[in-house]
């Protein structure tokens, strides 16, 4: 990848422009020609860099229900318990770890169920040794974005502790048809929205529209790129927990949003077994990165019982999809 190559990553994770002609939007800040922008895009997704260009939902907002599970599995097993796990629809996020709950995964459920019945599910399914679940109590930070060209591409630090649970939106028929056509992966194309609009059943002004409305009001987190990590040249991450007195975890937490190695920064439940409550992701290009920017965080909060707890293999990786079947 060359410079330009990265600059455009920049752009499409963290400020894509929801426009009818994106692609030409973007050429003008890079600066290149609106094919040649086009040409890049469709290149890196090639290349496997780009996962996906899709809209980033608030799930609770949505009326949808999520939380962390952790499985201890014997070491034989994982793979099988794995693919148990990923076969799951609601389950976005599914990776082995370094720890004796070694399989950590994400799952989002619509208000017909509970992902912790889902969970109990899955757990009578695949047996592991023992489960813990990790709902959210307060969103410190999240949105994940790599910073490609060391010009500060980070994901955004939420103002301020925000408590789980945001009250759902009202949503019409209009809006979900709105919220299935933005969260498919978008094409690399001169007026991608219009293809997108036109399976929806809507004008690409609507669809457009209903899209900066669902940013205003939250419901839509974010709209842009998803990178393949690895690919992209981050290939470590640890999730950090950190052992925090209850009434240090809003200063702790805010403290650790602000850093720009940190992705996602929650406070979660603790356990007899796990008297970790706040949970920090942090990625980097090596490990020694990692546990650099974990010493920092340790050094900036005054907290020093805590583990990093490394991904060793992804099983599966995908934006959760709403209101399909």
């Given amino acids: 990848m060359d410079h330009t190559d990265r600059k455009l990553l920049n752009l499409l994770q963290t400020d894509f422009p929801i426009v009818s002609a994106p692609f030409a939007a973007l050429a003008e800040r890079l600066p290149v020609s609106k094919d040649e922008a086009i040409r890049r895009t469709k290149a890196l997704r090639e290349r496997g860099i780009i996962r996906e260009i899709s809209a980033v939902f608030d799930s609770a907002m949505l009326g949808y229900r999520s939380l962390l599970a952790a499985f201890s599995v014997p070491k034989d097993r994982v793979e099988q318990v794995a693919e148990i796990v990923s076969a799951h629809p609601g389950v976005s996020h599914n990776y082995e770890r370094r720890h004796a709950y070694n399989l950590w995964f994400t799952i989002t459920v619509p208000p017909e169920t509970t992902p912790e019945a889902e969970v109990e599910h899955l757990a009578a399914q695949a047996r592991p040794r023992a489960v813990r679940m990790f709902p959210v109590v307060r969103l410190f930070k999240i949105g994940v974005a790599f910073d490609m060209t060391g010009e500060g591409a980070t994901g955004a630090a939420v103002r301020g502790p925000t408590a789980a649970g945001s009250q759902p939106t009202r949503l019409d028929e209009g809006d979900i048809r709105a919220v299935r056509a933005l969260q498919r992966d978008l094409p690399a194309d001169p007026q991608p929205f219009a293809a997108l609009a036109s399976q929806a059943g ?124």
């Fill in 202 to 325: 809507m004008t690409q002004d609507e669809l457009l529209s209903k899209a900066r409305t669902f940013l205003e009001t939250g419901a839509m987190r974010r709209y842009g790129a998803a990178l393949r990590h690895r690919e992209a040249g981050f290939l470590a991450n640890a999730m950090s927990v950190w052992q925090v007195a209850e009434d240090a975890v809003e200063r702790v937490g805010l403290t650790m949003a602000a850093h720009p190695a940190v992705s996602h920064c929650y406070e979660r439940p603790t356990y007899p077994d796990w008297p970790y409550c706040i949970f920090a992701m942090i990625h980097g290009r090596k490990p020694e990165d990692c546990e650099r920017a974990a010493r920092e965080l340790s050094q900036a909060t005054g907290i020093t019982d805590y583990l990093l707890l490394y991904s060793t293999r992804e099983f599966k990786k995908t934006r959760v999809k709403y209101f399909e079947q």
